[in-house]
Structures are given as structure tokens and as C-alpha cells.
């Protein structure tokens, strides 16, 4: 016959064995949520599959990015921290070829992005990243990124803010594609992507090894140091009031509850463009 010990000692067990379980199951799901995370950062084009984001937000890059905690859905949206977008539209123009090299490598040239949550200035870096600036002083003197929304936030497991896009959904490109550049830069030690870096989105896929030079329009800002292989080119690095700006945007969450989703900031850039100095 079984004693009240030994009772209270099996069911002792049992509970432990059902928390193990219950602490498994989350880590399982938290690895799982930053391996899709991870993989958005990749370049999705239309027809493809899911998006166009930083190398891994649709799951295609076949790496697992161990940043970060599980996200709680948050109960109640944060007030929207930004103004009313200008009158305007995104451009639909697309290019049939990268545009040839036109810009100065050894010269200083600052992007500027007037957007509806204030202005962001990114130093280029175009002795690093010569094709990938030039590609985006050609873009933005077209009018490029007029009007555009920065369509995707992430805030578990990576921090970055993701812009580019005409299309507002992740699959939109210049209709040409850039090389990859810069992708040894000493700033990118441990796999980290730290704050106030700007770097290129693309479609390359670690576990096929394919996708390479696959950048377009598409980039995302970091705005906390963030786990990521260094596939993605950076060319550029915010300025101290441009972190100002996206700690606003970031503090305001995204819409999905689940730390990967669209901003609840209306985030557009109203204006965008690149000067030599």
C-alpha cells in the first residue's frame, strides 16, 4: 500500500516533469521564433516567397540567430509617436540595370530620410560600399524612397527597422540587383550588427549557399546590437539623432504582439536624399 510520503513524493515528480515540459516547449518555440526571424533578413522577390527583408524573415536562410527572448503579445497599442504622412505616392518606376558608377569614393555623402517620425541621417560609406551608394544616390535622385513606408519592425531576438520598399509589402525591388560589399567590416565583430548600423537587405540563403548579390532597394536600420551573420552589406551608419528617432519608433512596438511585425508608428519617408559634402 502506498504511504502519504510516497504519494506526495510521486506527485512531487509529476509536477516537476510537467514544468520541465512546459520550459521545453518554450525554449522550443523561442528557438523556432528567432530561426524565422533570422531568415527574414533575406530577400524575397515576388514569386519567390514571403518577403523581402533582411536576410531572414521568411525562414529561407537556414541559420538559427539565438538572440533574444520569447515575445509576449502586449496587451494594448502604444500611442502612435509620429505625424500624418505628406500628400504623395511611391514611385512604381523600375530600372532595367544597376546604374554605372558615377559618385566619388574617396568623398563624404549623407542620406537623409525626412520621415513622418523626424529626420535620419545615415554617414554612407562609399569608399566601403561604392556600388551600393552610388545605387542609392541614383535611386533617391529619381524620388525613389519618396513616400515609402518602412513596412517591417522587429523587436526579440533581432532590432532592426526595415525601409526601402515602394511596394510597402517586402517584395519590392529597383528592377536591378547590387553585389554584396563590405562584408568583412571590423565594426561586425561576433556576428553582431551593432546599433546604428544600415545595412542592405537581400534574399541569400545560408543552407543553399544561394543568393548572393541579390540587394535591391530594401534596408534595415539597427537599432539595438543585434545577432546576424554578416551577409548583409553595411553601408552606413546613423547619426546620434537618428537613434533618437528610431527609440521613438521602436518604443511604440509593432502590430503582430509577437516582436516581428509592422511598426505601429506610421513610419513613411516623406523625402529622401543623398548629398555629397
Do not use: W
Request: glycine letters at 10%.
Amino acid at each position: 500500500m502506498v504511504s502519504q510520503e510516497q504519494r506526495r513524493r510521486q506527485l512531487a515528480r509529476e509536477k516537476f516533469l510537467r514544468q520541465q515540459q512546459r520550459r521545453e516547449g518554450t525554449r522550443r518555440r523561442a528557438r523556432t521564433r528567432n530561426a524565422v526571424i533570422a531568415a527574414a533578413l533575406a530577400v524575397v522577390v515576388a514569386g519567390g516567397a514571403v518577403s523581402y527583408a533582411a536576410g531572414a524573415f521568411d525562414g529561407s536562410d537556414g541559420e538559427k540567430d539565438s538572440a533574444g527572448s520569447q515575445a509576449s503579445p502586449s496587451p494594448s497599442k502604444a500611442p502612435d509617436p509620429c505625424e500624418k504622412p505628406a500628400a504623395g505616392e511611391p514611385s512604381t518606376k523600375t530600372y532595367k540595370k544597376e546604374p554605372a558608377l558615377s559618385i566619388d569614393k574617396s568623398a563624404k555623402y549623407t542620406m537623409k530620410l525626412d520621415t513622418t517620425c523626424g529626420a535620419v541621417d545615415v554617414e554612407l560609406d562609399a569608399a566601403a560600399a561604392p556600388r551600393t551608394v552610388n545605387s542609392f544616390n541614383f535611386l533617391l535622385g529619381k524620388g525613389y524612397l519618396d513616400h515609402t513606408k518602412c513596412h517591417r519592425l522587429t523587436t526579440s531576438g533581432i532590432y532592426v527597422l526595415q525601409c526601402g520598399d515602394p511596394k510597402g509589402t517586402g517584395e519590392g525591388t529597383p528592377g536591378y540587383t547590387i553585389p554584396d560589399e563590405n562584408l568583412k567590416d571590423k565594426r561586425l565583430k561576433g556576428g553582431v550588427y551593432p546599433a546604428g548600423t544600415v545595412a542592405m537587405a537581400n534574399r541569400y540563403n545560408a543552407q543553399t549557399k544561394k543568393g548572393k548579390n541579390s540587394g535591391g532597394s530594401q534596408f534595415f536600420v539597427v537599432y539595438q546590437d543585434s545577432q546576424l551573420p554578416p551577409h548583409y552589406t553595411p553601408f552606413g551608419t546613423l547619426s546620434e539623432s537618428g537613434m533618437k528617432v528610431l527609440s521613438k519608433i521602436s518604443k511604440a512596438g509593432e502590430n503582430s504582439g509577437m516582436g516581428d511585425g509592422a511598426p505601429n508608428a506610421t513610419v513613411v519617408i516623406d523625402k529622401a536624399t543623398v548629398t555629397k559634402s
